[in-house]
Every structure is written in C-alpha cells, then in structure tokens.
C-alpha cells in the first residue's frame, strides 16, 4: 500500500460543550479561543503570559486559564488541542503528543503538519461556507472567502439581506 497524501476534508462539528485545550496566549491563541468559543467550546488556556482580549475572556468566566507552561499531563482531558505558541518546535511537540494518545491537534505554526485546521468562514442567516488551502495558504483562503461575502452581497443575499429583512419588522 502506497503513503496517502494528506488531505483535509470539510467537515461541520458540533462544538457545544466540548473541551479544548488552547497553549499560548498570544494574537493567533486569541483568534482560536475566539473562533471555539463562538462554537460553544469550553476553553482551557495554558500560557505563562496572556493578551488583554485573553484577559478579559478570563475575567468574564468565559473560558479558563492555567497560567504555566505545557505538560503532557495537560492533554488528557481534551478532544481537541491547539498549540498556538510562539515556538514551532513546541507546536510540533504538542501536536504529536496529543495524536499519539488519539486527541485532535492543531498546529498554528504549520498548517499543512496539522491534524485539524481552521478554515476561513463566511456565515450568514442561509448558509456557511468554509474555505481552506489544505493548510498551506491562510491568506489565499481568506481570500476566497471574503470574494465569497462579496458576491453574496452583490446578489442581495446574505448579510446584506439580512440588514434588509431586520428594516421590514
């Protein structure tokens, strides 16, 4: 049997109540948090430094922070883990200890050496729509989604749409 090419298929999870773990407290950390949160995750953060967005979701009670460094101890109680730190080699690290005890990982260092990736989303009253580069490209991928968003618009649908239809009650 031949290797099989790595390749992301889409997928729609039902996030609500499900526990992740996010390492780093940084920019790309926040955005991550921000993404499962609106998913309904419960969010566990492990950094020794957080930003003030971070601090912020903490002391709203919206999600946990353990102020320290990674463990491997740490993964065990997660379906999903994100390393989001500042040093590639960690992420890498993470990312294999948590697949060798069969947790989901992602990696923000390396998108296309994770096991799971964020896509680029568009969402509106009617549909979502998730664009990702197989995790080489997050730019390209934001691309395509915002002219996506565009085209929904120009054809009045969308968030233009829903606009419109708040106006009419």
Request: proline share 3%; aromatic share 4%.
């Amino acid at each position: 049997m031949s290797p099989k090419r790595k390749s992301y298929m889409p997928l729609a999870i039902n996030m609500a109540g499900q526990r992740c773990l996010v390492l780093g407290g940084g920019r790309v950390g926040a955005r991550k948090v921000a993404t499962l949160l609106e998913a309904g995750a419960e969010i566990t953060l492990v950094a020794p430094r957080i930003s003030g967005a971070l601090r912020e979701l903490v002391e709203g009670r919206r999600i946990e922070w353990q102020k320290g460094r990674y463990e491997p101890e740490l993964l065990d109680r997660f379906m999903l883990v994100v390393a989001a730190t500042d040093d590639r080699v960690l992420n890498l690290r993470i990312c294999r200890e948590a697949n060798a005890r069969g947790i989901f990982s992602c990696n923000v260092s390396a998108g296309d050496r994770s096991q799971v990736i964020f896509p680029a989303v568009y969402t509106d009253r009617q549909v979502t729509v998730a664009v990702h580069s197989q995790g080489r490209d997050c730019r390209l991928s934001q691309e395509v989604r915002n002219g996506i968003a565009a085209w929904r618009e120009s054809q009045g649908l969308g968030k233009t749409r829903e606009k419109r239809s708040r106006r009419r009650k």
